[in-house]
């Protein structure tokens, strides 16, 4: 279904629904019906927007074995939210549902990753055609699709070199090396509170305490001062590009901004101490992710920018979230910001859920990797992940997804930021696009972070209303909000409903 019939869809269901209308799928099962989530004890559940979609019956492991064999064959670390970790069976377009049955309306996408909806028509049709095709070349020959793609990849960027690979991880240790090799230098710069990695040679880069191991890793990493408008020690009520700034005051004129120029100083100051005279690189994010979708000051990337060109370094955004449209008014991150870097990598929405990512640089940095290294990667590039790509770019053009991810963002954002008039433990909330974070607070004064088991909660009311949404932050006191870019407005009224009833519950067990 197109998203103009969608869009349709949820048009009708606004002028014809009543509050006593239920909003779910009919089920497979004779008599019943899909239903959103369990019955709350406080109050009625917000009514869900209606879907199109009957989901297969569950017919695979029990809820109990699942996790049995979870925790006798898998990953011991602790990752999955909930105290009873949900178990997704399907997946249709902004829509989810469990093995139960009950239908999600999931604004996280798979971790910033599900671009233009779980299971779309177009990329699973193409998907399909591959599959029966051909999988798997490796790079020692030539096929068609890797071609296709690098042409429509490259027509959205400046003379780019394309080398293609499996994940956000291996794009950002690349493009370290990239770096390095050009450069002839080695210490390289990042945020405190960035994400770029988990991999041995990344989590040099990534500044997020939990990520950090006693042993060494990530040789020749520095980190610098996150330019946090909200939770830093400098920032304004003009700061940020986006619709919604902080509620911190000052004196600035429009044109300029004094907490930029400290943050500035502070980069400098870094650049001064805490590396050699000549550098490697800088890596950011046009707005962190893992961190709570944290915005610089406008202008900050620009001169930081400059900077480290003047010690011979070279320029890495990390478009792993950011890319692809989901900010709205630019198909790239580093776009909103003025600059354009030296080496942009890329993951996440590039294969909306298929392993696939991408590091883009110019013929000459390219070039310097190739006379130090035979790069090589098995599967990177691989007919199945590039078919899935190319559909990937057709289907955001064609369903005009940009243009969505500015319209029902910035109308998101505006509601979100009407909780934060009116509810004293939402101390900020920030985005661009359909990335979006609410940064919880015990107060606005303070602005410390609530309690984590706090935040827990709300998080947890907000899934068994039938919202998923993500966690981000130092304390995990930051939700997450990226949707894939084909929500509609009637779903944002569905998620701002359910996230203030979130916040009334809060604060009434708190009165309590």
């Given amino acids: 279904m197109t998203l103009a019939w969608r869009h349709l869809l949820r048009a009708l269901y606004l002028e014809t629904s009543t509050p006593g209308t239920p909003k779910t799928c009919p089920s497979p099962k004779a008599g019943a019906f899909w239903t959103s989530v369990a019955k709350l004890g406080l109050h009625t559940k917000p009514s869900m927007p209606p879907c199109d979609f009957t989901p297969e019956r569950y017919q695979s492991l029990a809820y109990d074995r699942v996790l049995e064999i979870h925790k006798q064959h898998l990953s011991p670390v602790l990752t999955a939210y909930f105290s009873e970790p949900l178990l997704l069976h399907q997946g249709h377009m902004e829509w989810l549902f469990d093995y139960e049955g009950n239908r999600y ?23 399909q ?57 080695t210490d390289i710069i990042s945020f405190r509170g960035a994400y770029h990695g988990c991999s041995p040679y990344t989590l040099g880069l990534t500044n997020v305490g939990f990520y950090k191991m006693e042993l060494p890793s990530g040789m020749g990493c520095q980190s610098t001062m996150c330019p946090d408008v909200f939770r830093g020690p400098w920032g304004g009520s003009h700061c940020r590009d986006s619709p919604v700034q902080t509620i911190r005051k000052c004196s600035c004129a429009s044109d300029c901004c004094q907490a930029k120029d400290q943050y500035i100083e502070q980069f400098k100051d870094t650049l001064s101490t805490s590396v050699a005279k000549s550098i490697a690189g800088f890596f950011a994010e046009p707005i962190q992710g893992v961190n709570g979708v944290v915005q610089y000051p406008k202008g900050f990337l620009k001169e930081a920018f400059e900077l480290v060109r003047e ?202």
């Fill in 105 to 127: 309306l999931d604004f996280f996408s798979g971790i910033v990753t599900v671009s233009v909806g779980h299971c779309h028509p177009k990329v699973n049709a193409v998907a």
């Fill in 129 to 185: 055609k591959q599959l029966g095709r051909l999988w798997h070349t490796s790079a020692v020959f030539f096929h068609p699709p890797i071609h296709e793609y690098a042409e429509k990849l490259s027509a959205l960027l400046p003379e780019p070199v394309i080398f293609l690979l499996n994940s956000g991880s291996e794009a950002n240790d690349l493009a370290m090396l990239m770096a390095r090799a050009h450069s002839n230098n």
């Fill in 311 to 512: 010690r011979g370094g070279v320029c890495i955004a990390d478009e792993v979230q950011t890319g692809f449209g989901r900010l709205g008014s630019h198909f790239w991150g580093f776009q909103t910001h003025g600059v354009l870097p030296d080496i942009v990598t890329m993951a996440k929405g590039i294969g909306n859920g298929f392993p696939m990512a991408a590091v883009v640089t110019t013929p000459e940095i390219a070039k310097s990797l190739a006379k130090r290294l035979l790069h090589f990667n098995t599967f990177g590039g691989n007919p199945m992940a590039c078919a899935i790509g190319s559909s990937v770019l057709e289907v955001i053009k064609e369903e005009n997804l940009q243009e969505n991810s500015q319209e029902v963002g910035t109308y998101m954002l505006l509601k979100f930021a009407k909780l934060r008039d009116e509810f004293e433990i939402v101390g900020d909330v920030r985005g661009k696009g359909l990335m979006i974070g609410i940064e919880m607070v015990k107060d606005k004064t303070s602005r410390q972070p609530l309690p984590r088991e706090e935040v827990n909660q709300i998080h947890q009311d907000c899934k068994r209303m039938g919202l998923l949404i993500g966690r981000g932050g130092t304390f995990s006191q930051t939700f997450r909000i990226a949707p894939s870019m084909c929500i509609t407005k009637p779903e944002v009224d569905f998620a701002v409903e359910v996230f203030r009833s979130a916040l009334i519950q809060h604060m009434e067990r708190q009165a309590k």
